[in-house]
């Protein structure tokens, strides 16, 4: 069974920084997309950043680019999102997710997220 444990939220500063982790187990992730999503108090989930799990096929929203830094530690089977210049519009919960096939279109799997808050 597929399992994606994200750690790392907090509460910082506008211009702080932060990195999120995503341990991820239960099979093997070479060739899987893996993403970041978010979703703000009274809004969408929204894409963040996804990268292949070998090949660094690399994805950004508009919102967070120059800014978030995706990457992944295959022997850790860990996905990471490095968050610079962090704004308090960046406030949300942060989820981690992947999908079930390596050619599908979809995310099926998800991690229970972590909170990040940015005060201005």
């Known amino acids: 069974q597929v399992q994606l444990v994200e750690s790392g939220g907090g509460s910082v500063q506008a211009g702080d920084s932060l990195r999120l982790s995503c341990a991820a187990s239960?099979?093997?992730?070479?060739?899987?997309?893996m993403a970041w999503f978010r979703q703000a108090p009274g809004k969408e989930r929204e894409f963040v950043a996804a990268?292949?799990?070998?090949?660094?096929?690399?994805d950004y929203a508009n919102s967070v680019k120059g800014r978030f830094t995706i990457s992944r530690d295959n022997a850790k089977n860990t996905v990471y999102l490095q968050m610079n210049s962090l704004k308090p519009e960046d406030t949300a919960v942060y989820y981690c997710?992947?999908?079930?096939?390596?050619?599908?279109?979809?995310?099926?799997?998800w991690g229970q997220g972590t909170r990040v808050t940015v005060s201005s």
């Open positions: 997710t992947t999908r079930r096939d390596v050619s599908g279109t979809t995310y099926d799997y």
């Open positions: 239960g099979r093997t992730f070479t060739n899987y997309r």
């Open positions: 990268i292949r799990w070998s090949g660094g096929s690399l």
